[in-house]
């Protein structure tokens, strides 16, 4: 398995780490206003916000996972069936 570890380069301190089981993670990339960043690894790729611990979105294969309107919800891209999956909860 392999952790992707977000740095802060000034402090030379690590903020976050993400694991994944099975892939490696091969690149990033950051968006210049926002507080976002992209890391694609074998198996598709994830957006996180640094801020949080949970990603915006999840790519997995033909599979979406995204939240809107309070619920997890799940897009299939063949199929081009959407369904919601759980609601989500404030902490």
């Known amino acids: 398995h392999d952790n992707g570890r977000v740095w802060d380069a000034t402090k030379r301190t690590g903020l976050q780490t993400f694991r994944r089981e099975h892939d490696r993670f091969w ?19 994830i957006v996180f916000k640094l801020e949080r611990e949970r990603p915006a979105f999840a790519l997995s294969g033909d599979s979406l996972f995204y939240t809107k309107d309070r619920f997890l919800r799940y897009y299939e891209y063949s199929t081009q069936r959407d369904s ?5 909860r404030r902490p």
């Open 27 to 45: 690149i990033l990339a950051v968006h210049p206003e926002m507080n976002l960043l992209a890391a694609g690894h074998d198996s598709g790729m």
């Open 84 to 88: 919601q999956v759980i609601p989500i």
